[in-house]
């Protein structure tokens, strides 16, 4: 990223909410549950499937976590109920983690429990790396309970090799994904080179270890290689996938399809979709750069 993109992305949340929608829309399925279903019957028609994720995150109230983890259940149920192609995915900050850890374990087990008579997988996303332990400890004791959970893992966290020597027992149900947080290099691998690699080399340890893996990546140098791996299996790459995110890697699509590979796609929703939609945009300085010309261009109030 040259300088006036490194600047520009960083001075996006100064920007009228109005236009980081209008760029942003691309990635968010909508505000409401009935936005959001009719992206994953969408995709569904095109021999995808979803996993659904209510935006929000870093909650301090016991009185919103408690109605995040009341969303997703009723989610869940309409999710089953309507015979959706879609997973869940919940981020434990949202539900209090910031403030108790004890109380993020009982309300993401609380959505586990009910999603799992509904035959519902749940995603634990993986955030910021001062959330990492917290994220992998409360997965471990919902693993050990409920087979439909699964946690996230980062490739360009350095300590990830680490961590999924410690998960490896649990047979665990990964996604794995290059990372988009901010951290600093004692944490994160910056070098692009670096970074696929140290997916490449999780990925082979989560392929050998009998437990379930997707592949969540847009990087074309990544799905060949993850391609190329998975022919190897056989029939075993059946307990495997691929995952993007809406409105990423579009392209991508068609080879994976062709392949015979398992699709899935990540359909984030909801009214809090300002701090996801930054994020995007910063990953994709061209879109950032249409922010810039319509600011530009933006009446005078």
């Known amino acids: 990223m040259n300088w006036f993109n490194l600047l520009l992305a960083r001075s996006l949340p100064l920007f009228p909410r109005g236009l980081i929608w209008r760029a942003a829309r691309r ?37 919103n976590a408690r109605a995040a983890c009341d969303a997703y259940c009723r989610l869940i149920a309409r999710v089953a109920g309507e015979n959706l192609p879609s997973g869940i995915s919940i981020k434990l900050s949202q539900l209090g983690a910031r403030f108790s850890e004890e109380s993020a374990f009982q309300l993401a087990e609380e959505v586990v429990r009910c999603a799992q008579p509904r035959g519902r997988f749940v995603r634990i996303d993986m955030e910021d790396s001062s959330l990492t332990a917290l994220t992998l400890s409360i997965y471990q004791r919902l693993a050990w309970k409920y087979p439909n959970v699964g946690v996230a893992l980062q490739a360009y966290l350095r300590r990830s090799a680490g961590d999924l020597d410690v998960l490896l027992p649990l047979r665990p149900d990964i996604r794995l994904c290059k990372g988009i947080y901010v951290e600093p290099e004692s944490k994160a691998f910056k070098d692009p080179e670096e970074i696929r690699a140290n997916f490449l080399l999780l990925l ?11 592949v969540a990546t847009h990087d074309p140098i990544l799905v060949e290689e993850a391609l190329e791996r998975l022919r190897r299996l056989g029939p075993e790459r059946d307990r495997h996938e691929f995952q993007m995110l809406l409105g990423v890697g579009e392209a991508l699509r068609p080879r994976l399809l062709d392949e015979g590979c398992r699709l899935r796609i990540y359909v984030p929703f909801g009214p809090k979709w300002h701090a996801y939609s930054l994020r995007r945009l910063r990953e994709n300085p061209r879109l950032a750069r249409y922010v810039l010309k319509d600011f530009l261009r933006w009446p005078a109030r």
Do not use: H, N, W
Request: glycine share 10%; charged share 25%.
């Open 204 to 214: 082979d340890r989560l392929l050998s270890c009998g437990g379930r893996v997707a």
């Open 27 to 63: 990635y968010i399925a909508g505000l409401s549950v009935e936005e959001a279903f009719q992206t994953v019957q969408a995709l569904s028609r095109q021999g995808m499937k979803a996993t659904l994720d209510i935006l929000g995150e870093d909650v301090f109230e016991a009185r």
